[in-house]
């Protein structure tokens, strides 16, 4: 019996690997990306904080879903978790008009089948929260998938249970943010099976790598929000004039250290 890890996969700043047939360890990284590209330059403690902000959502949504967290490691950054069958798609809950949404709303007037106002300006909110499922790209981009479409990839019962929860956890954690200053625009989640057929929250949840957050005393619908823990990183990218193509621009201490107290 060997008790080493076995890579199994890599996303952009964490790494994940096989613990034994039952159990994965997920380990964030100190590594930041902006406009998709991984920095050279690590933020110290990065991965500590994404990892805690996980597990502090996992804690307070289990009577909502259970998740796949079943030990946080001494090191703050790494977790054991549940190994599950992940379905194949990303399940999106925007509450807020960004990113993809806006793009395809400018586009078509609709975002992943769901007919919008009119009207809308960048950053509005929606008259309610919408679940826009994506596929999951193996490389470049995920794409916004119609509602059949993803029906299609997970069957219809399970999609209709993979949208009632999200919108409540969006629901949910949108509220609790918006309640301490905080909007929540929008948030991506992942869903696995386990091996009785329940649907399990997994991946990372409610970390500022797969959510927007903004700072409610700015907000300002009619163009893009700050970034709240990147603008210090995007703003210093903006201002070098990078091409935004690999390999990234290390970073000057300064903007460790903004980035750093976010
Ligand atoms: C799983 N990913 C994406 C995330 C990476 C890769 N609980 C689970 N069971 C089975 N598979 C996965 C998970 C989770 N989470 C997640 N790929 C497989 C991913 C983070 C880092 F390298």
Request: hydrophobic share 35%; charged share 25%.
């Amino acid at each position: 019996m060997s008790d080493a890890a076995v890579h199994v996969g890599s996303g952009k700043v964490r790494e994940l690997y096989a613990l034994d047939d039952d159990r994965l360890l997920l380990v964030a990284s100190d590594r930041i990306s902006t406009f998709d590209v991984v920095l050279p330059t690590p933020i110290p403690d990065k991965g500590r904080v994404l990892t805690g902000l996980s597990a502090f959502w996992f804690a307070r949504t289990r009577e909502l879903v259970p998740n796949h967290l079943l030990a946080l490691h001494d090191d703050g950054r790494s977790t054991e978790c549940r190994r599950l069958e992940m379905l194949p798609i990303e399940c999106v809950v925007r509450g807020y008009i960004t990113g993809s949404g806006w793009k395809d709303y400018r586009a078509t007037g609709e975002v992943c089948g769901h007919a919008l106002p009119e009207g809308l300006v960048e950053s509005q909110q929606l008259p309610q929260p919408i679940f826009t499922p994506a596929t999951k790209a193996q490389t470049g981009h995920d794409e916004n998938i119609d509602r059949e479409t993803a029906a299609g990839l997970v069957g219809a019962e399970r999609f209709a249970e993979v949208e009632r929860i999200a919108l409540e956890l969006y629901g949910w954690v949108s509220d609790h943010a918006r309640a301490r200053g905080i909007i929540l625009a929008d948030t991506k989640l992942e869903f696995g099976v386990d091996p009785q057929g329940r649907l399990v929250l997994g991946d990372e949840a409610f970390t500022p790598d797969s959510s927007r957050f903004w700072p409610a005393d700015s907000y300002a619908p009619g163009g893009p929000q700050p970034s709240f823990d990147k603008q210090f990183v995007r703003d210093y990218c903006e201002e070098l004039g990078w091409d935004k193509t690999a390999p990234g621009p290390e970073l000057p201490d300064d903007v460790v250290a903004g980035t750093r107290a976010c």
